[in-house]
């Protein structure tokens, strides 16, 4: 696919951190973060680069309105927000469920933001697409113009921002002399994943120097079975990359595991436990329903390797505070159906 335009809005490139303190926490030796909580717009966080392409695309189309599906504790939704709001476009957030309390900073963020949300009444999170498109169609019907958005912003305009964070990664594990590594990542709709997975098999970078990479790409779904996301996130990365020649040094093998744990947005006392022993020891704000589960599947889980190791941190602070200020929060209200 061609490019869609970029809205610059992260700061670029996000720092690729050695960190041995956390890799022994973690019971392993040579461990990296890429540290994409810290993509420098608003609170930060993986979607930042979703968002640029995504804005880029409504922008050129002229569109006055992003309706956007997102549950309660949506990080998409909230930096879809406060860009649309920096930007002059209007937000209607699509929520499964209804009204929840207490309220998620996330969403108390995309309403002080200028959000409109609309509840579907509904706990099945898939039906957020459908109301967001019978709405963008009224809309249109209205004159307005529409930009719908999926969950997690997660099209092939959206990939594009983690398939150019590839090629940043690409680089700087060649500055620190890292040619084979184990990339761990946090999965929930596979929107950044599939970004990835295209620009480690194709070269989105023009005149870029290609030097071996032998690459091993572990995402970790934290809210669906794995067997729903793979095909979707395989036809997204392709889709993305469609029209450009393959990365023929790039040697990268990729994988979906499961680590929902104990549910989307839903945490056991030892699960609270392992994040609050992370972030003591290394500084990190751990959210449970990302990251915690990531790194407890690659603590538990990721079998043992000589291979470096790194941990793609995705940001998710809001629901850090979440946690830490209202203890047991998410609350049942948020249960998920799947
Ligand atoms: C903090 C955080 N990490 C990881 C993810 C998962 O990213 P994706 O939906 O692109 O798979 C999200 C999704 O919203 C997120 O907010």
Not at 99 to 118: F, H, S, T, V
Not at 243 to 263: F, I, K, M, P, Y
Request: proline share 7%; aromatic share 6%; hydrophobic share 40%.
């Amino acid at each position: 696919m061609i490019a869609p335009p970029r809205l610059p809005l992260a700061a670029l490139p996000t720092p690729l951190q050695h960190r041995p303190d956390l890799g022994a926490a973690l019971g392993r030796k040579a461990f990296w973060v890429k540290r994409d909580d810290l993509t420098g717009y608003s609170w930060g966080g993986n979607k930042v680069r979703t968002i640029e392409y995504l804005l880029g695309d409504a922008e050129a189309q002229a569109c006055d309105t992003v309706v956007l599906c997102g549950g309660p504790t949506s990080n998409f939704a909230a930096l879809m927000a406060a860009a649309c709001a920096a930007r002059g476009l209007a937000t209607i957030q699509v929520s499964y469920g209804t009204e929840p309390d207490p309220k998620p900073a996330a969403l108390a963020a995309g309403e002080a933001a200028g959000a409109a949300i609309r509840y579907t009444g509904s706990p099945d999170r898939a039906r957020m697409e459908d109301v967001a498109d019978a709405l963008a169609e009224t809309l249109r019907g209205q004159g307005r113009r529409p930009y719908p958005v999926p969950r997690g912003g997660a099209t092939v305009v959206g990939a594009f921002g983690y398939a150019h964070a590839a090629g940043e990664v690409r680089r700087q594990l060649r500055q620190v002399g890292v040619d084979a590594v184990t990339l761990v990542i946090p999965v929930g709709s596979g929107g950044s994943i599939a970004g990835l997975l295209a620009g480690f098999l194709f070269n989105f970078e023009g005149d870029e120097k290609e030097t071996p990479l032998d690459l091993e790409l572990i995402g970790v779904s934290v809210s669906r079975p794995p067997e729903e996301l793979r095909e979707g996130i395989d036809a997204k990365a392709r889709a993305c990359g469609a029209g450009r020649s393959r990365l023929a040094n790039v040697n990268c093998r990729w994988e979906l595991v499961d680590g929902r744990g104990a549910g989307f947005n839903h945490y056991d006392s030892d699960d609270a436990a392992f994040v609050d022993d992370i972030m003591r020891c290394s500084g990190l704000l751990i959210d449970t329903t990302y990251n915690g589960k990531a790194l407890r599947w690659l603590c538990d889980l990721l079998p043992e390797t000589n291979r470096p190791i790194l941990y793609w941190h995705t940001g998710g602070s809001l629901a850090v505070a979440d946690r830490l200020g209202t203890p047991g929060h998410p609350s049942p209200d948020h249960k998920e159906i799947k």
